[in-house]
């Protein structure tokens, strides 16, 4: 079974960007999809992007807008999501997920992280 650790999130501006990491243990990596989710106070969990496990694909929800890029190096065993041009309702507590081969990532991953906060003031 696959850990998962998110790190990078904090209180960022209007405008600015942040880089948000999830190291991955007890697994192989490489044969997992990776995805990100997010989940603002009084709403649901959301899917953000998932990105295939070479690296190659990669799937956006629509409100990205082309302001968010996913990645993954394998290597490090971790997936990073850049958000860039932030918005107040950005603010939300970013989830890392996996999904074995055979899984689906955008509706039911098979493996969670705890989260991290990114909060955007105006």
């Known amino acids: 079974q696959v850990q998962l650790v998110e790190s990078g999130g904090g209180l960022v501006q209007a405008g600015d960007s942040v880089r948000v990491s999830c190291a991955a243990s007890g697994g192989t990596f490489s044969a997992y999809t990776m995805g990100w989710f997010r989940q603002a106070p009084g709403k649901e969990r959301e899917f953000v992007a998932d990105i295939t496990q070479s690296g190659v694909s990669t799937y956006y929800a629509d409100f990205v807008k082309g302001r968010f890029i996913i990645s993954r190096d394998n290597a490090k065993s971790t997936m990073y999501l850049q958000l860039n041009s932030l918005k107040p309702e950005d603010t939300a507590v970013y989830y890392c997920?996996?999904?074995?081969?055979?899984?689906?990532?955008?509706?039911?991953?098979?493996?969670w992280g705890q989260g991290t906060q990114v909060t955007v003031s105006s």
């Open positions: 997920a996996a999904s074995r081969v055979g899984g689906s990532l955008r509706s039911s991953p098979d493996y």
